[in-house]
């Protein structure tokens, strides 16, 4: 299983130090936080300080978009030539259009869904998607508690991706430390995202190291 840093965890005056300690603790995957202050009550990066970002970064971006209008903030994200987008179910009408539109300009394609919205909301649509985010926590915030019945859902899409012989990937987002690692990835996981587990270590770069380690990666 992978781990993939969340920036927004990170002291966010100082960005660049963030994607530093990513990249020297061998993270092959960013995660990159963007809210819009509507989807969800915080609000974080715009297309332009990513693009910045990706400049200085060797390693990959994961955007996750917790915004209501992802149809129309898509393309400008895309712009920053991320290696995965991810936009919310509950934001959109088109799941399938935008996931066609992220794969187009080469980067993977996945939904995120909340802790509250039923699988079954995106079972019809799963052969569209590269992965699927299942939020462990509320979106909005880093440094929540995980919401273990999140496991379940991630038993049971594990099963059904395999039951119809796909490639989609599982990430699980939200409230994960060494302490439930073991059990996201027993779930199926393949990549977990780690915030504060990382960031808010007095080492950050020898906590993802470790976390990394654990997983197996
Ligand atoms: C929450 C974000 C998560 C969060 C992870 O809305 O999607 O990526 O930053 O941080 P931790 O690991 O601290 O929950
Ligand atoms: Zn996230």
Redesign the pocket.
Known sequence: MKIAP?I?AADLADLATAVKHCENGGAQLI?V?VMDGHFVPNLTFGPPVIADLAKRSRVGFDI?LMVSNPDVLLDSYLDTQPTWVSFHHEATTEPVRLAETIRGSGAGAGVAVNPGTALDEVLPYLEHLDFV?LMSVQ?GFAGQAFQPHVLDKARRLHAEIAARGLSTAIEM??GIKPGNLDEVAAAGADVA?VGSGVFAAKRPVEALVALRRQANE
């Open positions: 969340s927004l995660h936080d996750h985010v979106p987002d939200g995202v």
